[in-house]
């Protein structure tokens, strides 16, 4: 691969997306979108490469992957259905075996922002194993980091990031292995990413609008 190539799909800032009425989207949230950013098929066909390329790195070794829930739940299964179609069909068959973990931010008396893992098998199991993270969306990079801080006590071989999107934000701190798409930094939902637990039920990446925003803040 020619790595001087960009490794995701750019997503550009006056990309508005397109308008709802050319996809379908569910009745009980047609008032509240603005755009279709990326339409499903895309996002499966982007899957789809990202499996390739995971496999090429990691493949044949075996990998523990680790989905970081809720919003990283659909693309996990995705990715590791693509993986699981690779080692029936080449050479490349990885042996992947599942862990899920929540992460919980809380702040202390200090307010330094710490996280919490919560669920998950015993993170012991990670020592001298090779594993993937599969997150949905890399905003600042704050609790990523602070996972791959975490687990690197457990001394696992190798961890790789596989995040769908990454935001472009000013204050990003850290950029995962494999990406999907960068995307402008615009609130998106569907494909299991939710504006307070709403939207997940969306299928395509979808920009919310102000009435989504309102009609679906947290009380
Ligand atoms: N959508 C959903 N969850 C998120 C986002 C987003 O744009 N950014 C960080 N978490
Ligand atoms: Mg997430």
Do not use: W
Not at 5 to 25: M, W
Not at 96 to 122: A, C, M, P, W
Request: hydrophobic share 35%.
């Amino acid at each position: 691969m020619d790595n001087s190539l960009e490794n995701y799909v750019k997503i550009d800032d006056d990309f508005e997306g397109y308008p709802l009425h050319l996809f379908c989207v569910p009745k009980h949230y047609e008032d509240d979108l603005q755009s279709i950013l990326i339409p499903k098929g895309c996002v499966d066909d982007r899957i789809e490469r990202l499996a390739r390329n995971i496999c090429e790195e990691l493949g044949k070794e075996p990998t523990v992957a680790l989905c970081v829930l809720k919003g990283g739940y659909k693309f996990y299964t995705d990715l590791l259905d693509k993986i699981q179609a690779l080692g029936r069909t080449s050479s490349v068959s990885m042996p992947i075996s599942l862990d899920f973990i929540r992460l919980k931010s809380y702040h202390n008396d200090q307010s330094t922002g710490e996280i919490q893992v919560i669920g998950g098998d015993n993170l012991e199991n990670l020592q001298g194993k090779n594993v993937l993270i599969c997150e949905d969306i890399v905003d600042t990079g704050r609790t990523m980091t602070k996972l791959l801080s975490l687990l690197d006590k457990y001394k696992p071989k190798k961890v790789r990031v596989a995040s769908l999107f990454v935001k472009r934000t000013t204050s990003s701190i850290y950029r995962p292995e494999y990406v999907g798409f960068e995307i402008p930094d615009k609130f998106i939902v569907g494909y299991a990413l939710d504006y307070n637990e709403h939207f997940r039920d969306l299928s395509h990446i979808c920009v919310i609008n102000e009435q989504g925003k309102r009609k679906y803040a947290s009380k």
